[in-house]
């Protein structure tokens, strides 16, 4: 009887283990979420004015910039001009929250209202030693812009 207590005890601890674990991961990721969304609004304002990464280079991560030269960026990039600029963002979310000692990264998905078309979009941004940077943008229009030869692009 005192091997089961003693079984129940330790599985009860690691219940409570978890629940808190679980706990402070919300709300890490409501944290990410209040602390950055400005960020991400101001981005996809600042990006969208032009579509020119110049604008927002240095809120670009080094593995974004890396692909900035590929071809695929290219039809990306023709994709979000067509667009054209930012008019509105909603419904913001985060999802895939990961937070660890290399810092914390989380994908904001929120809808967005273009000149030409309204769209989803999913932006990673990945925080580390007190920089923001963005990972990546995908955009996947609601109708199709002029002129569009693919639904959604990837940057």
Not at 4 to 24: D, Q, S, T, Y
Not at 78 to 95: A, C, H, N
Not at 125 to 131: A, V
Request: net charge negative; aromatic share 10%.
């Amino acid at each position: 009887m005192k091997t089961i207590a003693k079984v129940l005890a330790v599985l009860g601890a690691l219940f409570v283990c978890i629940i808190v674990l679980i706990a402070a991961l919300l709300f890490l990721q409501s944290d990410f979420r209040e602390e950055h969304e400005a960020f991400v609004r101001e981005f996809m304002s600042d990006y969208s004015r032009q579509w020119d990464t110049a604008d927002v280079n240095d809120r670009l991560s080094t593995a974004f910039l890396a692909q900035i030269g590929s071809p695929n960026a290219e039809q990306a990039l023709s994709l979000f001009r067509r667009l054209g600029k930012v008019q509105g963002i909603t419904d913001v979310s985060v999802e895939n929250f990961f937070a660890g000692t290399n810092g914390k990264s989380g994908v904001f998905v929120f809808k967005a209202d273009f000149e030409n078309a309204p769209a989803l979009v999913r932006l990673t941004l990945k925080e580390s030693d007190g920089e923001i940077r963005v990972d990546g943008l995908h955009i996947t229009p609601s109708t199709e812009p002029p002129l569009l030869g693919s639904s959604h692009r990837d940057l």
